[in-house]
């Protein structure tokens, strides 16, 4: 049978993560790609992934680049170029920088790789899925965002610290925009089965809310020099693993609603079911008032941020 192909378009730290994840589980080959300027450092990191296959078992074909004829005939292709929000940056801020690169590799993606499925995890990541989809002429399945599974997984986190429990036991989703407005549906999130109002109290579970809407910034904050990378990659990884072996997964991701959730045009967080067509489904939750209310503040902000958009 022949290899699959995943190329990342961006060989930073997410992107290089992402590349040791998938040669690790061995799904795929993978080609790096990143900006003529860091051509040895890209190739130092591929030697890198390469030379631990021989210590963890796998001999997965990763090879680095600055030329996307190596990326034709993949079969997906994340997008994480560009710059990462840094201390005191806000996830605007980055929109007028990432926009324009978003713009120049959606170009090369599509003339070398006409049938790929995208997913973006470059931020402001929902407005940067729209440019990405509306820049490929791909229908709209085809192209996807990261946030929910990694704000998903912020979320148990935190609940598994709470209750001092497996984390594999907690089973939170987080819907809306990857930002300060994202929705963690409590109502939906359990601990195998049990709903979780019954095991923390209120004000515990807004905590950890609060605390999962800043997530992506507490780390920020830590590190000091760049943004998290070893979740978000992780996320991005669920999400190709989905696609590639077609697992028809249901995983939260930024699809395109034009109707769903009574949104026009717009890509944001969702329930999805992801296969080897991509977004094969978005899943519509019956939401209460209140989680509609908070559903449609989100994408006010994403709209909002759309809206900034030159493109
Ligand atoms: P990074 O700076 O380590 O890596 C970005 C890489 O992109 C760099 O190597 C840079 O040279 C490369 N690049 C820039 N312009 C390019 C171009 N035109 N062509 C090819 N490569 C180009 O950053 P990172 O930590 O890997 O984060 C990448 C992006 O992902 C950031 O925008 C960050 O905010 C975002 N992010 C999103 C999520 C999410 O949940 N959606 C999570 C983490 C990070």
Same mark, same amino acid.
């Given at each position: 049978?022949?290899r699959?192909?995943?190329s990342i378009i961006?060989?930073?730290?997410?992107?290089?993560?992402?590349?040791?994840?998938?040669?690790?589980?061995d799904?795929?080959?993978?080609?790096?790609?990143d900006?003529?300027?860091?051509?040895d450092?890209?190739?130092?990191?591929?030697?890198?992934?390469?030379?631990?296959g021989?210590?963890?078992?796998?001999?997965?074909?990763?090879?680095?680049t600055?030329?996307?004829?190596?990326?034709?005939?993949?079969?997906?292709?994340?997008?994480?170029?560009?710059?990462?929000?840094?201390?005191?940056?806000?996830?605007?801020?980055?929109?007028?920088?990432? +926009?324009q690169?978003?713009i120049?590799?959606?170009e090369?993606?599509?003339?070398?790789?006409?049938?790929?499925?995208?997913?973006?995890?470059?931020?402001?990541?929902?407005?940067?899925?729209?440019?990405?989809?509306?820049?490929?002429g791909?229908?709209?399945?085809?192209?996807?965002?990261?946030s929910?599974?990694?704000?998903?997984?912020r979320?148990?986190?935190?609940?598994?610290?709470?209750?001092?429990?497996?984390v594999?036991?907690? %089973?939170?989703?987080?819907?809306?925009?990857?930002?300060?407005?994202?929705?963690p549906?409590?109502?939906?999130?359990?601990?195998n089965?049990?709903?979780?109002?019954?095991?923390?109290?209120?004000?515990?579970?807004?905590?950890?809310?609060?605390?999962?809407?800043?997530?992506?910034?507490?780390?920020?904050?830590?590190?000091?020099?760049?943004?998290?990378y070893y979740?978000?990659?992780?996320?991005?990884?669920?999400?190709?693993?989905?696609?590639?072996?077609?697992?028809?997964?249901?995983?939260?991701?930024?699809?395109?609603?034009?109707?769903?959730?009574?949104?026009?045009?717009?890509?944001?967080?969702?329930?999805?079911l992801?296969?080897?067509?991509?977004? +094969?489904?978005?899943? +519509?939750l019956?939401?209460?008032?209140e989680?509609?209310?908070?559903?449609? %503040?989100?994408?006010e902000?994403?709209?909002?941020?759309?809206?900034?958009?030159?493109?």
């Amino acid at each position: 049978m022949k290899r699959k192909k995943v190329s990342i378009i961006g060989s930073g730290h997410t992107g290089s993560t992402l590349a040791f994840i998938i040669a690790l589980r061995d799904i795929a080959d993978v080609i790096l790609v990143d900006r003529e300027k860091n051509k040895d450092k890209i190739k130092g990191k591929t030697l890198d992934i390469l030379q631990s296959g021989s210590i963890l078992g796998f001999d997965t074909h990763v090879k680095s680049t600055v030329d996307y004829r190596d990326t034709a005939g993949s079969d997906v292709v994340v997008i994480t170029a560009g710059v990462p929000r840094l201390p005191g940056m806000t996830r605007d801020e980055l929109i007028q920088t990432n +926009e324009q690169v978003m713009i120049e590799v959606t170009e090369q993606i599509v003339q070398y790789s006409p049938e790929c499925k995208i997913i973006v995890l470059t931020n402001p990541v929902d407005a940067m899925t729209y440019t990405v989809y509306k820049k490929s002429g791909f229908s709209s399945e085809r192209v996807m965002g990261q946030s929910g599974i990694l704000d998903s997984a912020r979320f148990n986190t935190f609940v598994a610290e709470a209750l001092g429990i497996a984390v594999n036991d907690v %089973h939170g989703l987080v819907l809306g925009g990857h930002g300060d407005t994202m929705v963690p549906l409590i109502r939906h999130s359990q601990v195998n089965g049990i709903p979780l109002n019954e095991l923390l109290p209120q004000e515990k579970i807004q905590e950890i809310v609060k605390r999962t809407q800043n997530g992506g910034a507490e780390i920020v904050k830590l590190l000091g020099d760049g943004s998290a990378y070893y979740a978000p990659s992780a996320a991005v990884y669920e999400m190709v693993e989905a696609i590639i072996l077609d697992k028809k997964r249901v995983l939260p991701s930024i699809a395109y609603c034009d109707g769903p959730y009574d949104l026009e045009d717009l890509y944001i967080g969702v329930p999805t079911l992801l296969g080897s067509r991509g977004v +094969e489904k978005i899943i +519509e939750l019956d939401l209460t008032e209140e989680e509609q209310q908070q559903f449609k %503040h989100s994408a006010e902000a994403v709209r909002e941020l759309k809206s900034t958009l030159k493109g």
